[in-house]
């Protein structure tokens, strides 16, 4: 791949709190076409907690793939359900990005958010997290001598 080249990200959406999740899978493709790169894959997830899981599979089977943004909204309940989600999938996540070498982005809300919070914080998790991968794929590229 030459420096030219467009970065192929793919987004992985939770399907969970979708009426938060749709907004975010909406900007962040509209977010990475602003950057010029490519959105070569879609893939959904039944809930954030899984994200990981779907990431490895997408990681194993699509080399074309630069890097991965992932997208969730995990909503405070009376439990503290939402935090054992949150940091066990951000853990995964950052552990499957280096197993892989390619970057994996946190696009989550929460823990802790209420709905409110999420809606509102939902386009913004959106662009950082498909800013950050083209970012750190652009940056992972020059790194490894392939710019």
């Known amino acids: 791949m030459s420096c030219g080249d467009k970065i192929r990200i793919a987004i992985v959406v939770s399907e ?3 009426d938060v999740t749709r907004v975010m899978e909406e900007k962040a493709i509209d977010h990475a076409r602003f950057l010029g790169a490519e959105v070569s ?6 809930g954030t907690f899984d994200t ?4 490895s599979r997408l990681l194993a089977t699509h ?3 630069d890097a991965v943004a992932v997208l969730g909204a995990v ?3 009376d439990t503290k359900h939402d935090e054992v989600v949150a940091h ?3 853990r995964k996540l950052l552990d499957l990005s280096i197993e892989y070498g390619k970057p994996v982005t946190l696009g989550i809300i ?5 709905r409110l919070e999420a809606i509102e914080r939902a386009e913004e998790y959106a662009r950082r997290a498909v800013e950050s991968a083209v970012k750190l794929a ?3 590229k020059e790194l490894s001598g392939e710019c």
């Open 110 to 114: 929460g823990p802790g958010a209420s």
């Open 88 to 90: 066990q999938a951000a």
């Open 16 to 18: 969970f709190n979708y």
């Open 138 to 140: 652009r940056r992972s």
């Open 52 to 55: 990981p899981f779907i990431v």
């Open 75 to 77: 909503i405070k309940g």
């Open 41 to 46: 894959l879609v893939a959904r997830s039944p």
């Open 63 to 65: 080399s074309e793939v």
